[in-house]
């Protein structure tokens, strides 16, 4: 018996019941499904209409996800590549300018034990939360909130 191929409204229905997506993100994984006949746009317009696709509800959940682990640059190239631009990028980034010395300061009390002893270990830590994506002025907030809290 031949196996039933699955519509690609039932398959964005799939990909959204698991986590919330962009836009952008769920017509690239639709549009390797689409066949003759099938306008993803207009899918996509649906599902918006409906209020099963939000980008306001992608860029909050990213965010969330992230914002334990990583910087405000590399949160806010996340969002750009998933096609989150203007207004609600501004909005979110002035968000995470908010407490983004105390992520960074979290993130470098879980990764290190103590705080650094020297130059090069210090230079390593810093290293370490750039790759992160966090700005020079949190990264030097945390290094030296670090340093305090173990004197």
Avoid: W
């Avoid at 689409?34 to 599902?47: K, M, P």
């Avoid at 207004?87 to 300018?97: G, Q, S």
């Amino acid at each position: 018996m031949a196996k039933m191929q699955m519509s690609l409204k039932a398959r964005a229905l799939r990909y959204l019941s698991a986590r919330e997506h962009s836009r952008l993100e769920l017509s690239r994984k639709l549009s390797a499904y689409a066949q003759e006949g099938d306008d993803v746009c207009a899918l996509l317009d649906q599902l918006e209409a409906a209020k099963l696709l939000s980008q306001s509800r992608f860029s909050e959940s990213l965010v969330r996800r992230r914002a334990t682990r990583f910087g405000n640059n590399r949160i806010l190239l996340e969002l750009q590549s998933h096609g989150i631009a203007g207004e609600a990028l501004t909005e979110i980034k002035a968000d995470l300018a908010l407490d983004e010395c105390a992520r960074a300061a979290a993130v470098l009390h879980r990764k290190y034990d103590g705080p650094p002893v020297d130059a090069v270990a210090r230079a390593k830590c810093m290293r370490f939360l750039q790759q992160r994506g966090f700005s020079h002025r949190a990264i030097r907030a945390a290094i030296k909130g670090f340093e305090q809290t173990e004197e």
